[in-house]
């Protein structure tokens, strides 16, 4: 869910996607943490929703 909020938001732009990286980790979200396989974490996920719905991303 994180790679796609970065994905969607930067649109190819990697300077965007590190900058949507850091606000990320401003906010709580330790991106390099999660992996595809890493267990779902409700309020996690949660505040990545949270993030999302600010950057204007559907997920």
Same mark, same amino acid.
């Given at each position: 869910m994180i790679q796609t909020v970065i994905t969607q938001k930067a !649109?190819?732009?990697v300077v965007i996607a590190n900058s949507i990286r850091t606000k990320m980790y401003l906010k709580g979200i330790a991106v390099d943490k999660f992996?595809?396989?890493s267990p779902d974490d409700p309020a996690v996920m !949660?505040?990545?929703r949270e993030i999302a719905k600010e950057f204007g991303v559907i997920v």
């Amino acid at each position: 869910m994180i790679q796609t909020v970065i994905t969607q938001k930067a !649109k190819g732009n990697v300077v965007i996607a590190n900058s949507i990286r850091t606000k990320m980790y401003l906010k709580g979200i330790a991106v390099d943490k999660f992996t595809t396989i890493s267990p779902d974490d409700p309020a996690v996920m !949660k505040k990545v929703r949270e993030i999302a719905k600010e950057f204007g991303v559907i997920v």
